[in-house]
């Protein structure tokens, strides 16, 4: 069955849950309740890892010992490591507290099988990763009742990265980026570090991370290919009652919905 989706993305602390949440009010809408990341633990790593010397494996030398083992630091990264380590990143991922990963998509019953059925074949591993994505999209979707009629939400804001292989992959997909000023966007930093580990970025850093996801936005915007098919909109001019109601509207038409926001 093929299904309209849409993909909030952006920089990290720019308001992309927000926007999930306001897009996900309507009732045409099916929202996976926590960023996913799929495309960051599957096919990300299926990119760069199979030809990663040494040296640079040694850098992430905690990282890819916990999610591919000390064989494969030490001696390369083969396509079976890596196949293997999607099932290790989803129960780091399901062990920690943030509430990340696949298994907001699918059991790990449901990955063995869905991995079991694409790795076999004779395709080239991006090939098969892009379909393992597609298979968890389809299965989140069916188990939780989707139809035709209905739009599968996800928000991952890193999946910026990867909007150009997202959109080629589903044409019936868009996409929304929500753009915040990049002062802001540091001092929301600030202020998630407070709780969370992984926001305790140094200014540079995280202007950094502004940046190039304004950059990765730019070049999407600039293919043609898919540039149709990407919306953004300043997280500053959504914070009066009246703007809200006219990206509300604006989305009402773009998707064609059956029925206006609440």
Known sequence: MVYRKLFVVGCPRSGTSWLKRMIGSHSDVLTVPNESHAYSITYN??????????????RSAKWIWMSYGLKPLLFGIESEYLW??????????????????????VSYTELKE?????????????IKVRTLNQLMFDRFFEKNGGTQKDIL???TPQHLRYIDVI??????????????????VCVSYQARAKTKRWAKQSTITVAKIWKKAIETREKAKADLEISDRIYSVRYENLRTESARRTEQNFLFYWFRLRSSFN
């Open 45 to 58: 790593n299926f990119t760069y890892l199979k030809n990663q010397e040494l040296k640079k494996r040694l």
């Open 114 to 126: 869905l991995i079991a059925k694409v790795s076999s074949g004779s395709e080239d591993d991006l």
């Open 153 to 155: 939400l996800e928000k």
């Open 167 to 184: 959109l080629r992959q589903f044409p019936e997909a868009k996409s929304i980026e929500i753009i915040r000023d990049g002062r802001d």
């Open 84 to 105: 293997q380590g999607i099932f290790k990143q989803y129960k780091i991922f399901q062990k920690s507290n943030e509430k990340l990963g696949l298994h907001n998509l």
